[in-house]
């Protein structure tokens, strides 16, 4: 007997993407890996157990497919100079920038003493990263690099690469790539948790990034416990307090080779140690022009 029409859709759509696609999977082999490295099993458990920490196997596609396509493409490298992001020169973005500067003088002016950078790098940055903390995201850090972590079982990924037509050598490579990559991600959800308990704070309530960046300076966890710094005096480092954000970040770039008196070629080589883009550090140093009323020499658009 011929099956219906609408039975036969649902078995073609099976066959291409199976339930186990868009199943949860359990939590259970990372939250054994988190007990193995010393965090409390029935702290782990609970935390995975809620129903707002959940598995996104589209995070880890997104960053799998997007490193496919960079991969394969046989485009040429641009000779051209980067370009600098012109939407942050907006001119109400600048007196925005200005408005935060002037907000936030004595903060600014301590991280300038204590670490040598100036207010107008530091502003210039959050303003690129968070647009000075009004865009911290709008995921879970949490779902976001537990979800990747979890994915160096590949199979939860594979239904949503977009790529099929892949040699044997090439789907070898995006395995490991993979698994590479959900390596990293675990090491940041350790950090993660660590900053949140430090913090005092829900760690599945942070928000993130897309691939789980933190804070009004976009941290990654690991900088996060590295360099996250305590401006206000209260015991603990909230990378979502402007204080705290501008310290930190002052002490990163710091940390990364800002001196006092750098050479505009030598700022660029820091700040692109921050995001490892021209185009940003191009952007970073543009804005810090116009804050400082300059078009400067990279202010040519």
């Known amino acids: 007997m011929a099956r219906p029409f609408g039975a036969a859709l649902v078995l073609l759509v099976l066959a291409f993407f199976p339930l186990s696609a868009y199943a949860q999977p359990t ?19 609970a935390l995975f157990a809620r129903p707002e920490v959940r598995f996104d196997p589209l995070v880890m596609a997104r960053k799998m497919n997007a490193l496919l396509e960079v991969k394969l493409s046989q485009a040429k490298a641009k000779t051209e100079p980067p370009e600098v992001y012109v939407r942050y020169l907006n001119p109400l973005l600048i007196m925005q920038a200005r408005s935060f500067m002037e907000s936030h003088k004595a903060s600014l002016r301590e991280a300038r003493q204590r670490y040598g950078v100036p207010e107008e790098i530091l502003t210039a940055l959050l303003l690129v990263e968070t ?25 939860l990924v594979a239904p949503h690469i977009e790529r099929r037509d892949l040699s044997p050598d090439m789907s070898e490579w995006l395995r ?102 021209h185009s940003y550090t191009r952007t970073i140093m543009a804005v810090a022009d116009r804050l400082r009323g300059e078009a400067g020499p990279l202010g040519m658009w």
């Not at 990372?30 to 782990?44: K, Q, S, V």
């Open 27 to 45: 939590w259970d082999p990372l939250t054994r890996r988190l007990t193995g490295d010393g965090f409390d099993p029935a702290a782990m458990n």
């Open 176 to 277: 490991w790539r993979t698994a590479q990559k959900a390596a990293w991600a675990y090491k940041e959800l350790k950090a993660l948790l660590a900053y949140a308990k430090a913090a005092g704070v829900d760690p599945a309530g942070i928000p993130g990034s897309v691939y789980g960046a933190i804070g009004l300076c976009q941290f990654m966890p690991t900088n996060a416990v590295r360099y996250g710094e305590d401006l206000d005096g209260d015991g603990r480092v909230d990378l979502f307090d402007p204080g705290d954000a501008i310290l930190s970040t002052a002490r990163f770039l710091s940390a990364n080779g800002w001196r006092a008196n750098l050479s505009r070629e030598r700022q660029l080589v820091v700040i692109y140690r921050y995001n490892h883009s």
């Open 131 to 155: 647009k000075l903390g009004s865009n911290l995201g709008g995921k879970s850090a949490l779902s976001t690099l537990a979800s990747m972590a979890l994915a160096v079982d590949f199979s």
